[in-house]
């Protein structure tokens, strides 16, 4: 397929537009690549939305979600989220990934700095973080998917990590802090570079 079938443009309607129409313009039209498609007419509506939150009760018992490291790649989230035991300060890090051949997520349960599986956690401890982490990674899915495409704003992007259960502090990239990262995860127990 060469580039020029790859590509094709499509009008959008000024009735779409949420402000008021630019000034001089004919006409308004999208890129639509290959594999995408144009979804027109979408607005606002008021500006808020109630939404589910996530529910403690799959919170892991003994575990302390301390950092979380999350982008949403085309809707589906990426990282990784930390957690501390409560006891012996152990850390567990849970994968976050999409798996296009079997179109789920998936939730390993990693090494703090390293890609390799846990080994110093029980079948039953790696369990009981495991569901308290899909538990707030399907909230955050599901209150992005209700809410769509169009929040733009920091104050909604916190209310959806608050709402998910992973609102956390937000550090930039060049936070000094994430330079001081070891074998212990993030180096703050607050902290996360978790993007809504």
Request: proline share 7%; hydrophobic share 40%.
């Amino acid at each position: 397929m060469d580039e020029a079938s790859a590509h094709q443009f499509e009008r959008i309607p000024f009735s779409a537009l949420r402000d008021q129409r630019p000034p001089d313009l004919q006409a308004l039209y999208a890129e639509v690549q290959d594999g995408q498609a144009l979804i027109p007419g979408l607005k606002m509506g008021l500006g808020a939305l109630t939404v589910e939150r996530w529910d403690p009760a799959y919170a892991a018992t003994g575990w302390t979600l301390y950092g979380a490291d999350l982008t949403l790649d085309m809707g589906h989230p990426f990282g990784s989220l930390f957690y501390r035991n409560d006891a012996d300060g152990r850390v567990l890090r849970i994968g976050v990934k999409w798996h296009p051949p079997v179109q789920q997520l998936e939730f390993p349960a990693l090494h703090p700095s390293k890609p390799e599986l846990a080994s110093d956690c029980t079948a039953e401890e790696v369990a009981a973080v495991v569901l308290d982490a899909r538990s707030r990674i399907g909230t955050l899915v599901a209150v992005n998917a209700q809410i769509g495409s169009f929040v733009a704003t920091e104050e909604s992007e916190n209310a959806i990590l608050d709402a998910s259960g992973l609102g956390l502090e937000r550090l930039s990239e060049d936070d000094p802090r994430l330079a001081g990262r070891d074998a212990r995860g993030p180096s703050q127990p607050d902290s996360s570079g978790a993007d809504g």
